[in-house]
Nanobody
């Protein structure tokens, strides 16, 4: 079992930045791909970014490409999502998720989820 805890959300003005963190605990983190998804109330949970265990494979949604950077520190069992040039449409609850194996964009392929952290971008 892998437990995930997100942090770093908050209220920021458009154009600002936030760094989200996803801390993992429980069984070994080794070999797990980690992804970030986001969800607006009443809508589906959408893929944002993902990173492989080694960090060698990274994927971004087109909507955030160039504004967001995903990274991980395996020694700290933590994955980060640096978000810059934030827009009001980035407002959502952001979730991190883990799966053993390769990076995928399908939320249904992820086995473990955090509780989410709210990001609100004001215009």
């Amino acid at each position: 079992q892998v437990q995930l805890v997100e942090s770093g959300g908050g209220l920021v003005q458009a154009g600002g930045s936030l760094r989200l963190s996803c801390a993992a605990s429980g069984r070994s983190f080794r070999g797990y791909a980690i992804a970030w998804f986001r969800q607006v109330s009443g809508k589906e949970r959408d893929f944002v970014a993902a990173i492989s265990w080694s960090g060698g494979v990274i994927a971004y949604a087109d909507s955030v490409k160039g504004r967001v950077t995903i990274s991980r520190d395996n020694a700290k069992n933590t994955v980060y999502l640096q978000m810059n040039s934030l827009k009001p449409e980035d407002t959502a609850v952001y979730y991190c998720a883990a799966r053993s194996g390769a990076v995928v964009r399908d939320r249904n392929e992820y086995d473990y989820w955090g509780q989410g952290t709210q990001v609100t971008v004001s215009s």
